[in-house]
């Protein structure tokens, strides 16, 4: 008898168990359904025909970003830009443009990943001759005015092309473009 006792006791606290589970399931299901299911890295907001304008202390243009289309994303805070063009002006001389495929900026806006081919230029001016880059991935520094790559790079001042795999480019005075190996250049004495 004693041990019909237990197992009748046993029975009915199972029995209170499952009725204390669904009745939680129930009151805690709807605010799960409610939620809002957000995938891991998608835009929280974009802008197409995207363009920012950051001046200097005089209230000078310092720098220029337009882009067909920009995307931002929450996750991570970057920035991503479809047919990204950059320019970074100088008091003195004309701006340096940088035109990409596409780029991601991070968040902390220190780094500019351009992406595919990439073209940087800045025209003649007195006293200094037309530059063209043309490169692939190139990694921008805006703060520093420093941007590199490891990939091929054809450096042009025309009527001078020289290339080479791996760029270094100060675009600040003084400027310092250095291309790091096997170079070859095509010179026309002056």
Do not use: C
Not at 6 to 25: E, G, H, M, Q
Not at 65 to 76: I, N
């Amino acid at each position: 008898m004693l041990n019909d006792r237990n197992n009748l006791v046993t029975l009915i606290l199972a029995a209170l168990v499952a009725v204390a589970s669904w009745w939680w399931l129930q009151v805690s299901t709807p605010e799960q359904e409610n939620a809002l299911v957000v995938e891991k890295h998608s835009a929280n907001y974009y802008s197409l025909g995207y363009q920012k304008q950051e001046m200097d202390a005089f209230g000078l243009l310092n720098s220029e970003v337009k882009a067909a289309k920009m995307m931002h994303y929450g996750d991570d805070g970057s920035i991503h830009l479809e047919q990204p063009e950059i320019r970074f002006f100088d008091k003195k001389l004309p701006p340096w443009v940088i035109k990409a495929e596409s780029g991601v900026l991070t968040s902390n806006g220190k780094e500019l990943w351009l992406n595919g081919l990439v073209l940087v230029s800045r025209s003649a001016a007195e006293g200094s001759r037309a530059i063209t880059i043309k490169t692939s991935d190139l990694r921008v520094q805006p703060e520093t005015s420093y941007a590199e790559t490891v990939q091929w790079a054809e450096l042009s001042s025309p009527p001078d092309v020289t290339s080479g795999i791996g760029l270094q480019l100060y675009f600040s005075d003084p400027i310092r473009i250095t291309l790091l190996n096997k170079v070859r250049g095509k010179y026309e004495i002056h």
